[in-house]
């Protein structure tokens, strides 16, 4: 236990934890939970800001350096469970609840903060939400349907490969990424993006 914990650290903390916990709400439940549906994936959001809240909280208290906590931040933010595959919108949502545990724990100290500190605070969780609220939007790419695909064949060259998909799914192939290529049972793996509505590439 940290020494030295005051009436005033107490407030503090419960300031700034009422801050995050706001925006860790908006950001895993409102927008991404509401949008996705992995309740599994809820959870693990808001178990990870949770603990790298209190753990910057120990640190914040203790003094310690700020590069601590960026380093804390780059080792859990190449974190994944190799049980289960993350997609790139998933990682993003990672990034932006770790991003507001940091916000909000650097400013514990042994004062409650200013008005001025608490409007400046607000600003950055309220810029964070704003990111993931406009860039996971639907309507911003609704023109681009995403899907896995696996083939039974495996292609030599990419014109092949993209011409045999847009023949399989009657639409315009925008980009795909190889997943995994089985050489004995000759079968590809790839997740496929490709325009409806007239998309552009």
């Known amino acids: 236990m940290t020494p030295g914990i005051t009436l005033e650290h107490m407030s503090s903390f419960l300031v700034h ?4 916990l706001v925006a860790l709400a908006t950001i895993a439940y409102s927008l991404y939970f509401r949008r996705h549906s992995r309740r599994d994936l809820l959870m693990t959001y808001a ?3 949770i603990g790298l809240f209190l753990v910057m909280t120990i640190f914040s208290l203790s003094n310690a350096s700020i590069g ?3 380093g804390l931040f780059a080792i859990l933010s190449i974190i994944r469970i190799r ?7 998933e990682i993003s949502y990672v990034f932006s609840i ?3 545990a940091l916000i909000n724990a650097f400013g514990v100290g042994p004062k409650l903060p200013s008005l001025f500190d608490m409007l400046f605070l607000l600003l950055l969780n309220a810029i964070a939400i704003l990111v993931v609220y406009v860039m996971d939007h639907p309507r911003l ?3 681009v349907g995403r899907q896995q695909i696996t083939l039974d064949t495996i292609h030599s060259n990419d014109h092949d490969l993209r011409a045999d998909l847009e023949q399989r799914l009657k639409v315009r192939v925008l980009d795909y990424a190889i997943v995994h290529v089985d050489y004995v049972r000759e ?3 790839l997740n496929v993006r490709y325009a409806t509505n007239g998309a552009a590439a």
């Open 98 to 100: 770790l991003a507001i």
């Open 141 to 143: 790419l609704r023109t």
């Open 47 to 49: 178990t990870v800001n």
């Open 17 to 20: 934890f009422a801050a995050n």
């Open 68 to 70: 601590v906590g960026f």
């Open 83 to 89: 049980s289960e595959e993350f997609s790139t919108t």
């Open 187 to 189: 079968i590809t793996v």
